[in-house]
């Protein structure tokens, strides 16, 4: 499975619709408890601006994303750790 990517605009940019700015490129990156498989039946977390967002990954693109605090996300990880 290739990691979905989407770019993000540098936060010089102000949120001003300026086109002279740098955008990186976010990767989605699937959870360790897949097992290295193609496994579709996991979750895909990345960073976004101090904070985290996750979505299903057998849902790809289609999937809704959830954006967490971090400190949600820490307490998302420990969870799922304990299960």
Do not use: I
Request: charged share 20%.
């Amino acid at each position: 499975m290739q990691s979905a990517t989407a770019w993000r605009k540098s936060t010089r940019s102000s949120g001003t619709n300026n086109t002279n700015c740098v955008e990186c490129r976010q990767t989605w990156r699937k959870s360790t408890r897949s097992s290295g498989t193609d496994s579709n039946n996991c979750v895909e977390a990345r960073s976004a601006a101090g904070a985290f967002q996750v979505r299903d990954s057998k849902l790809g693109h289609d999937s809704p994303v959830f954006e967490l605090a971090a400190a949600d996300f820490s307490g998302l990880l420990h969870a799922t750790r304990s299960a």
